[in-house]
């Protein structure tokens, strides 16, 4: 963090005093902490390989710090993505929003400002939707959805629950954030922290699918979950006013419904929505493209509600599937919905 003052020489020893010193300057991007080969050795470069060391380490906190303190570079002292990194002994979302800014930069980040139109600016508003009652036996997932006015480059979610119900066991990153564009960590159960990567001049805009929380069923009864803490930070690192919906909204689609698999193609983890209008059985199959099943993801009864269910390119067996197209068939409410996916290695 390099610092400047300014003096003249005249002829002789005559020389000027010095101006005032700069506010200070950095010499790297906060976030450069690998070259791919050291850990904690930057390459002047903000990429995946910093932001995967980042994710291996994300929630510690206290002395577990120590040996990867390259890590914790947030808050600054400004709030600003080129200030003077301050130590808080946490790897969390201050360090995920430096990361996500910086990523991808070759210099210092273009941050055109992005003026309100004033006291009646639409807000960036965060609601929570899951069912009204646990089952015991089956999952529960909570999903986090934005409606985003532009502003928002990161946020950090957290939930409430009734511990004697549900305990939340994954968080699993939504549509909106565009895949490879936008990255999810949690940085503790039933959180999520998620960023866009690289300094986005429009941010989250429009309504989405943000993230989702899946809630084991600990017993029977109303899960009581809720929205928690909701911040919000735009490209500059500074506070965005984001709203959270003071309670849970029981999801009752108007029709039964099977989305199409996001992301698509898909590495990890394809996911897909079913939307269930009455109470019913259903079945969702995987096949191959010669008809072949080759995993069963769900055949069971389900009440009325909305429904994630994810395919891990795994065949009932547990074995790992080779790249190419395959089909989804749900079943359900005596209607089939067929959706192919690519699964790419």
Do not use: C, K
Not at 239 to 251: E, L, M
């Amino acid at each position: 963090f390099h610092y400047y003052v300014a003096f003249v020489h005249g002829s002789g020893l005559n020389v000027s005093a010095a101006s005032n010193r700069t506010s200070g300057t950095l010499n790297y991007h906060l976030g450069d902490v690998s070259n791919s080969i050291t850990a904690g050795t930057g390459d002047n470069h903000v990429t995946l390989a910093d932001v995967s060391l980042l994710g291996a380490h994300y929630g510690i906190s206290g002395a577990a710090v120590l040996p990867v303190a390259y890590l914790d570079v947030g808050p600054t002292t400004n709030m600003s993505s080129g200030g003077r990194p301050l130590t808080d002994q946490v790897i969390d979302f201050e360090d995920l929003v430096l990361f996500g800014i910086n990523f991808n930069v070759v210099s210092a980040p273009q941050l055109a400002a992005r003026p309100l139109a004033g006291p009646a600016a639409p807000a960036d508003v965060v609601s929570v939707q899951a069912p009204a009652r646990a089952t015991p036996g089956q999952p529960l997932v909570a999903s986090v959805r934005l409606s985003g006015t532009g502003r928002v480059q990161a946020a950090s979610v957290s939930l409430t629950w009734d511990p004697a119900v549900v305990r939340p066991v994954s968080a699993l990153a939504g549509p909106m954030l565009g895949g490879d564009t936008g990255l999810l960590l949690s940085p503790a159960p039933g959180a999520f922290d998620v960023a866009l990567l690289g300094a986005q001049e429009v941010g989250l805009v429009g309504e989405g699918l943000l993230g989702s929380i899946t809630f084991e069923v600990l017993a029977a009864g109303d899960p009581r979950i809720g929205a928690g803490q909701v911040i919000a930070r735009d490209l500059r690192n500074q506070p965005v006013s984001i709203t959270a919906s003071a309670g849970v909204t029981p999801v009752v689609p108007e029709r039964t419904a099977f989305s199409l698999p996001a992301p698509n193609p898909f590495r990890d983890v394809a996911v897909f929505e079913l939307a269930m209008a009455r109470p019913g059985a259903a079945r969702i199959d995987v096949f191959a493209v010669d008809g072949r099943r080759v995993r069963t993801l769900a055949n069971r009864t389900y009440e009325p509600g909305v429904y994630r269910v994810q395919w891990d390119g795994l065949d009932d067996r547990g074995q790992t599937l080779g790249a190419g197209m395959f089909f989804i068939r749900a079943i359900a409410d005596r209607q089939q919905f067929t959706r192919r996916v690519s699964l790419i290695r």
